[in-house]
């Protein structure tokens, strides 16, 4: 009778003991190493819904239908005007324009700063939370986007206001740290 076959030498002998070993090197480094690279180092500041709710918001802002054509420079002087007096169609007019180029950091910034002063204005309103998620996506945004270390850094100061308007304090401090 012939014997069974050992289920844990069968590498061993497909492949030899060097190439077993040398794998099995691989898939350590694998699972220790590549986890704490630099891929996952710039999020330590957000909460873990922050990247679904910048997605999302992203998403948002390109599924919508514009009711008028314009040029990106025409949105953005809108905005600035209208930032001050009317910051409800300031933000408007940031995502119109952020439809238009949806990875321009210094949009998402200025929207996430409008955001921020609407926020401030409105603290007992019962629409702040919108305002705070759309804040902390769009701050999210702008930092994701951002080439330039100073848009990286507003960004993360903006973020962390938001952060913590919305109670979640250790990554709002992180935040603040990395700013």
């Not at 704490?36 to 910048?54: C, D, K, V």
Request: charged letters at 20%; a positive charge; glycine letters at 2%.
């Amino acid at each position: 009778m012939r014997p069974s076959p050992d289920i844990r030498s069968w590498p061993f002998k497909l492949f030899g003991a060097q190439v077993f070993v040398l794998f099995m090197v691989f898939f350590a480094l694998c699972l220790v190493v590549l986890p704490r690279t630099s891929l996952a180092e710039p999020f330590i500041f957000s909460h873990s819904n922050s990247l679904y709710e910048a997605n999302q918001y992203l998403k948002r802002i390109k599924g919508q239908t514009q009711d008028e054509v314009q040029p990106l420079e025409v949105w953005i002087k809108r905005a600035i005007m209208a930032r001050e007096a009317t910051p409800h169609s300031a933000r408007r007019y940031y995502e119109s324009g952020l439809h238009l180029q949806p990875n321009k950091p210094t949009l998402w910034l200025q929207l996430a700063k409008t955001i921020q002063s609407i926020s401030t204005q409105q603290k007992n309103s019962r629409g702040r939370h919108a305002f705070y998620r759309d804040g902390t996506a769009a701050s999210f945004n702008a930092f994701r986007f951002a080439k330039d270390k100073s848009i990286q850094a507003d960004a993360l100061a903006v973020l962390a206001h938001f952060l913590r308007a919305r109670s979640y304090w250790r990554p709002a401090l992180n935040a603040y740290k990395a700013s």
